[in-house]
């Protein structure tokens, strides 16, 4: 079970300007971010990794920075990593080399008012081109990397280089959190960062985003209706709640395989539907009713039922959520409209 406070550990270090541990089957990566990189830390990562500092950046301010791929047709190989060309910062560095320089070319990387005339060509700092979906889109270090530093709201670029061993050699997987509890590091796999954005966003917008409540009337009762959008796929879901209904009351999650109303139209799961509205309009609970998007439209990284688990998942917290904000509203008037005692 991916944990909350393992994401979070994660996400405290990085603002605190500290190192993080990113890890998959492949390896282990030392994660600062550039934002707020600095010497100490800059200096701590060459020293028990490769030495090779890489700035993970997103491929879109790559090309804002004027920091072009190394090769040319990299660009079109949606899974693998594609590297730009080194660099320096301008201005504030002597060689490029030590530790204070490379914290200053990872800090001019992530400012957003650097322009490419802040940059030489070549330096000391690899670049690397992130896709824009992150870890949805490829699953990959550096994009867990990436995400993480949006996670932590944060300038989305990393300042990344593989963990190394004692004898310089790639660290073995049952080192690893040796390593981090030695040096109070927290680590993190790359799976955790891509499971809380399939269930939880992107750091900047929530995984689903409410637009529209309304009413409708069934011969058992009413339910309350909530449309939702897929801010991850841009697809429409609505979820449909009995009256009374608390977080001990069932949920269940239809998929449609078309865009449609099924209130109003007819559809192969309409049957299934008209069952569970009929029972929560009883009984109380919840239907989400989950539909579908264009599968071509983006090359994911994870499978369409991670994509529709982590939908109805956001969902259900979102009215969770809801509907303790409204029992604790309804708690405080009840308080405030108590009958005060008199005065003495």
């Known amino acids: 079970m991916i944990t909350t406070t393992r994401l979070d550990a994660a996400l405290q270090s990085l603002a605190a300007g500290r190192p993080v541990i990113i890890i998959d089957d492949d390896g282990a990566e030392v994660v600062l971010s550039a934002q707020l990189a600095d010497t100490h830390w800059t200096a701590w990562a060459i020293r028990h990794t490769s030495g090779l500092l890489c700035a993970a950046l ?16 990299a660009r079109y190989r949606a899974q693998t990593t ?13 060689t490029g080399i030590s530790a204070t320089d490379r914290a200053r070319t990872a800090r001019t990387l992530a400012c957003p008012g650097s322009r490419p005339t802040d940059l030489t060509r070549p330096g000391h700092v690899l670049t690397v081109r992130t896709t824009d979906g992150g870890t949805l889109a490829r699953s990959s270090k550096f994009e867990a990397a990436v995400d993480l530093c949006r996670l932590g709201r944060l300038e989305p670029v990393a300042l990344t280089a593989a963990l190394l061993d004692d004898d310089g050699a790639e660290i073995a997987a049952s080192a690893r959190t040796s390593f981090a509890y030695a040096h109070d590091v927290p680590i993190i796999d790359v799976r955790d960062v891509a499971h809380h954005r399939l269930h939880r966003g992107d750091g900047h917008r929530e995984r689903v985003r409410p637009v529209s409540t309304r009413t409708v009337d069934v011969p058992e009762g009413t339910v309350h209706v909530v449309d939702y959008l897929d801010e991850l796929t841009g697809a429409s879901h609505f979820a449909c709640v009995g009256v009374g209904t608390t977080a001990t009351h069932p949920v269940h999650v239809i998929i449609e395989s078309s865009h449609h109303d099924p209130f ?7 049957q299934d539907f008209e069952q569970q509205i009929s029972r929560i309009a009883e009984e109380g609970g ?9 599968w071509l439209r983006r090359r994911w990284a994870v499978s369409q039922d991670a994509l529709m688990q982590g939908a109805a998942a956001a969902i259900v917290a979102n009215l969770r959520r809801t509907q303790a904000e409204e029992r604790n509203r309804q708690t405080t008037n009840g308080a405030s409209r108590a009958p005060q005692p008199a005065p003495r």
């Open 264 to 270: 109003v139209s007819a559809a192969p799961s309409q």
């Open 286 to 294: 919840t239907v989400v009713y989950l539909r579908s998007y264009s």
């Open 58 to 73: 997103p491929a879109s301010r790559a090309d804002e920075l004027d920091v072009p791929a190394m090769s040319a047709d």
């Open 82 to 94: 594609t590297f730009g060309v080194a660099v320096d910062a301008a201005e504030g560095v002597g």
